[in-house]
C-alpha cells in the first residue's frame, strides 16, 4: 500500500495519485522524533490514503526537521517534545518564524499540563501522550486539515480582496470620471443624496466638493492637419497637460463630456482658490498647448459653485463659447465676460439652469417657471428696458438648446411673431403670450426635430455647392453663425467624421463621378475641384479610393 522513497520520506501511490489526477486536495505530513523506531511505527501504522496524505516525510532532530520544511511544502507536523538535538518546542518556535502555515500536533511521555499549555502557546494544534493511539491521531489530523482549509480559503479570499482592490484603485479615475460624465448628462441627478452616494462610492473628502470650479477647454484650432487616430492621441495629451498644469497640486477631474467637450472640475473645498489664479494656470497651459501640440484653445473658467449647481454652471460655460466669435486663445473668466456684458435687465445666466427643461420638451414645468419668474417681474414694476432685456437673454437660451440640438435658428422664424421684439414688449401680457408661444414653438421643434433643416444637413449643402473652393473651418462656422470649436465638435458628434475628412471625401466622391461621367482629363478634373498641384490630388484621391485616378477611370469604362 505505499512506496518506499527517499529514506527519510515515502509518497503514498495508487489512490492518492489517483486522486490528484481527479483535482483532489492532498496533504504532505512531517514525523519529527529521535526515537527512530517510534517514527517508523507511526508512519507504516496510520491509514494516509483516507487522511488523503500522498507524502509522509521523516526527521529525527530538529536540524534534520528543519531541512525537511524547507525543502518541502509541509501542511502538517508530528511532531515529539522531547529530543537531545533542541527539543520539539524549539522547533515549533522555528516553524511559527518560518513555516507558518504548517499545523502541529505534538507528542510527548510526560502527562504535565505545563507542557501541552507552552505548546497550545505556540501554535500547536493539539497535544498527544505516548503512545500513540492512531484512531486518536486521526482525528486530530482531520481537525487540522479542516484548519488548513479555512486558513487556505482566508488567504485566497485576502488575495482575491487585494487583487480587487488593486483594479478598484486603478480604474477609480475612470470611474469618477463616469461619474462627472454621467451628472452632466444627467443619467444621475446632482441632488444631495446622489452626491453623498459618490462620496462613499469614490472615497472622496466630502470637504473637498464644499465647492467645485468648472473650467471648459475649447479646442479651437490644429495647426497642423490631423487624422480621427491622430486628434483623438493629441486630445489624450491635452487632458493630461491640463490635469498637471490647470489642477496643478489640488484635486479634481479631467473629462470628456457625451458632445466631446473637454471639461476640468477642480475640487475646492473651502479654499479660497481664486479665479485669477485659475486664469494664471490656464494662460501657462495654453501657451505649452501652442509650442507642443501644434493647437489653439481658450479656457473658459466658471465661478465655484456648490456640487449641487454644476449643472447650471456647465451650461453658463457651453453658452459663453457658444456666445464668444472674437476672443480666441485666451483664458475667459466668466464672471469678467458678465461685468462686460451687464445690463439693468436680467443677465443670459439667469435662466441658463432652464436650458435642460427646455430640452427636454417638459413644457408645462416650463411654462411653471416662466410664470414664477413673470410673477416676479409684476412686483418690481418692469419697463419696456426691463422686458427687452428678458426677451433677449430667454433668446440665448432658445439659441443654445436648439445648436446643442443641431438645429437652425431659422426655424423660429417661419413664425413671423416670433422675432417682434417691440409687439413681445408692449406689456407684460404681451410678453407673457410671446414666451408661452416661443416655448411651444421650441417644443415641437424638438420633437418634430426637423433633420432636413438642421446646421449640419445645412452645413452639407453648403459644402456640397462650394466644393471647387477652399474652405476653411472659419469659413464654414460663418456661414451658420456658429463658434467654430464648437461647429467642429456639433459636426463630429452628428456624422461621426471631423469636417476636414468629410470635405476630402466629398471632393473625391466628385472626382470619382467627373472620371466617369465626363471626358475631361485628370488635371482638369483636379483643377475644378480647387486642386492646382496634379500629383497632390492624385495622392489624396488613391488616399481616398485606394487606387490612382488613371486607373479608376480604366475600370470603371
Known sequence: MRCRGERASFSVCRKEQRNQREGMRMYKVLVVDDEIYAVKGLVSGMDWQSLGVDEVHEAYHSRMAQEVLQQHNIDMMICDIEMPEGNGLELMQWVNENAPHVETVVLTCHAEFSYAQKALQLGGSDYLLKPVIFPELAQVLERMKTTIEQKRHAVEADRNYQKYAKLWNNHKPLLIERFWQDLLSQRILPNRQAIETALVTYELKPALLQRIGLIHVSIEQWEKELNDRDEEIMVFALRNAAAEMVLAADEGCVLTDDAGNLIVVVYMGERALSSEELQRRCESFIRACNRYFYCRLSCYIGEPVAVTDIMKAYHELLNAEYRNVARTNEAIRLNELRQRERSDGPEVSAFMDWADTLERGERAEMEALILAELHRLRGKAPTVETLTSFYHAFLQVVYYVLHRRGLSVQLLYEDQGAADVSAATRSLGHFEMWIKRMVATVS????????????????????????????????????????????????????GIVLSDYILQERMKKAADLLVSTNKTISEVADSLGYGNFSYFARLFRKVHGIAPHDYRKAKK
Open 444 to 495: 415641437e421643434t424638438l420633437a418634430l426635430n426637423h433633420p432636413s433643416n438642421s446646421i449640419v444637413a445645412n452645413l452639407k449643402t453648403f459644402i456640397a455647392a462650394h466644393l471647387d473652393q477652399e474652405l476653411t473651418r472659419e469659413d464654414l462656422a460663418a456661414h451658420v453663425h456658429l463658434n467654430p470649436a464648437y461647429l467642429s465638435r456639433l459636426f463630429r458628434k452628428e456624422t
